[in-house]
């Protein structure tokens, strides 16, 4: 059974940072394009960053120079390292797996606001 576990959101002032991580289990993790999405409430859900097995990363423009996305293949393990967090950064902030079929997670909540 494939299973993708998000931990690490919470409520951040703007300006900090979190640390988002993507366990995963059921799968040959380091064949996996891994990525970050998030959804803001009314908004559809959008790709943040990707990351493939060969260590490949793409950041959308919102996000670029304040996130970085990385992955640990012994651990199947992907990160999200979210610095300097704004008002807009708040959202439900999903891990998807990409190979032969594709996987998502349950989500975690990151909201930033004073």
């Known amino acids: 059974q494939v299973q993708l576990v998000e931990s690490g959101g919470g409520l951040v002032q703007p300006g900090g940072s979190l640390r988002l991580s993507c366990a995963a289990s059921?799968?040959?993790?380091?064949?996996?394009?891994m990525d970050w999405y998030r959804q803001a409430p009314g908004k559809q859900r959008e790709l943040v960053a990707v990351?493939?097995?060969?260590?490949?990363?793409n950041y959308a423009d919102s996000v670029k120079g304040r996130f970085t996305i990385s992955r640990d293949n012994a651990k199947k393990t992907m990160y999200l390292q979210m610095n300097s967090l704004k008002p807009e950064d708040t959202a439900v902030y999903y891990c998807?797996?990409?190979?032969?079929?594709?996987?998502w997670g349950q989500g975690t909540q990151v909201t930033v606001s004073s």
């Open positions: 998807h797996a990409q190979f032969l079929n594709d996987y």
């Open positions: 059921g799968i040959s993790f380091s064949f996996y394009a």
């Open positions: 990351m493939t097995g060969a260590g490949r990363t």
